[in-house]
Every structure is written in C-alpha cells, then in structure tokens.
Nanobody
Framework: QVQLVESGGGLVQAGGSLRLSCVAS????????MGWYRQAPGKQRELVAI??????TNYANSVKGRFTISRDTRNTVYLQMNSLKPEDTAVYFC?????????WGQGTQVTVSS
C-alpha cells in the first residue's frame, strides 16, 4: 500500500510563509505527478500546484509567484508558500499519481490570519 504523510501546516499571519512537506512511502517505487490540492470550507477541492517526474511544474493562477513546488528523488514533495493571504486558508492535501491511480494524504490545515 501507499501512504502519504503531510506536515508543516499551521497558523500564520498574512504576509508570512509556511513550507509543507509530503513523504510518500509504500509499495510504489516512483510516482508520475505529485502535487498539492486544497479545500476551503464550503468549497470544492482545487489544484494548487503539481510537479511531474521530469520536474515540470504547473500552478493555479491564484498562487503563481507566491508558491513554489519541488520534489526530491525519494518521493517527497514540498510546497513553499510565501506572501500568504487569508484566502489561502484551507486544508492542503498531498497527491501522488501512478498512471491513472491517485493517492491522497490526510491533509494539513493552513490558516492565514488577517
């Protein structure tokens, strides 16, 4: 089985920074895409950023220039979040994909106070 474990969430003031980490472990040796999604109360889960196995990245327009996604060679993905805004408040979920199969972490809360 595959497990994704996120860490790094918390409470931060507007303009501050946080760094999320997600470690993937289990029977999968390597993943295709890895990424971060978020879900705010009353809203649908949305893509924040994604990075392919070739390190090609894609970002939601709302976070471009503020967030940076990266991954290492051992199936760990990071999300550096700078210039945080109250509207970034959400539960952030790590995602890892192998072909058409998606794996999800349990989520980590990010709260940005104004």
């Amino acid at each position: 089985q595959v497990q994704l474990v996120e860490s790094g969430g918390g409470l931060v003031q507007a303009g501050g920074s946080l760094r999320l980490s997600c470690v993937a472990s289990g029977s999968i040796v390597s993943f295709n895409d890895m990424g971060w999604y978020r879900q705010a109360p009353g809203k649908q889960r949305e893509l924040v950023a994604i990075i392919s196995s070739d390190r090609v990245t894609n970002y939601a327009n709302s976070v471009k220039g503020r967030f940076t996604i990266s991954r290492d060679t051992r199936n760990t993905v990071y999300l550096q979040m700078n210039s945080l805004k109250p509207e970034d408040t959400a539960v952030y979920f790590c995602n890892a994909k192998v072909l058409t199969v998606n794996f999800w972490g349990q989520g980590t809360q990010v709260t940005v106070s104004s």
